[in-house]
């Protein structure tokens, strides 16, 4: 009997030494299956998170074109008014303008009265005395597009410009070195909007919206020994200013 005991309590000692393997093995496997778990919850969060990160880009997108659109249309009636030296007592900003506008133009220009509904200098640091002064940004209630033709066709008087997004500034700044060299070559051209050349030649026009390509046109198509331009260009401001404007500087 004694040794029926001892046999059966080495095997029972055998069976929970077994037991407490298979529990060990199980604790890994659960380990394992939670783990898997977790990472298949984790791929799952970063799907998600990716998808909400596209839709917020492409919200992002809608909302940069919209911003863009409405700083546009902010600036759309607004002119800018260059040239009038630093030094200039101007005193109260639409009074100068409308004052400005009616002795450049002449009041028979304006069959009603010139209203400046608002007026300020570009937000930018004040130069010396010496220097151009900054742009006044103008909106007037009337006569916006009278003022800017009146402008246009008195090539002497470009002073006046729309005024544009700095988007539209920076990328038609561009096309600088290319306009000097259109003037050298007494080439017609026009900026449009939104940063494209227009160039007149030979009873052509030609458009280009990428700087580099206007470079290769000239070299195709025009002679190097034109005639300096006649054609409107902004003076040195404060020598013109005081014949330009009829104020004292």
């Not at 077994?18 to 890994?28: A, F, T, V």
């Not at 998808?51 to 009636?77: F, G, P, T, Y």
Request: proline share 6%; aromatic share 8%; with cysteine.
């Amino acid at each position: 009997m004694q040794q029926s005991l001892t046999s059966i309590e080495s095997k029972m000692d055998t069976m929970c030494t077994g037991m407490d393997s298979i529990k060990h093995k199980l604790e890994k496997h659960y380990c394992c299956i939670a783990g898997t778990e977790r990472l298949s919850s984790v791929k799952d969060t970063v799907m998600h998170r990716s998808e909400q990160l596209l839709n917020m880009e492409k919200a992002l997108i809608v909302i940069s074109a919209k911003n863009k659109d409405l700083e546009a249309r902010s600036c759309s009636s607004n002119m800018r008014i260059m040239g009038i030296p630093e030094t200039t007592n101007i005193g109260k900003t639409e009074e100068f303008v409308e004052s400005l506008l009616i002795v450049v133009f002449g009041p028979e220009s304006f069959s009603k009265i010139l209203i400046a509904e608002g007026a300020h200098h570009a937000l930018m640091a004040q130069p010396p005395p010496e220097a151009a002064g900054r742009p006044i940004i103008t909106w007037l209630l009337n006569y916006r597009d009278t003022v800017l033709l009146l402008a246009r066709e008195r090539c002497t008087l470009q002073f006046i410009y729309p005024d544009f997004t700095l988007a539209v500034q920076e990328a038609c700044r561009k096309y600088f070195p290319i306009k000097q060299k259109l003037q050298q070559a007494n080439v017609r051209y026009a900026m449009l909007y939104s940063a494209c050349l227009c160039i007149t030649h030979q009873g052509k026009a030609h458009i280009f919206n990428n700087p580099q390509h206007p470079g290769e046109y000239l070299k195709q198509n025009l002679r190097r020994d034109s005639p300096p331009p006649d054609r409107c260009r902004l003076p040195d401001a404060p020598r013109h200013c005081q014949r330009w404007y009829g104020f004292q500087m």
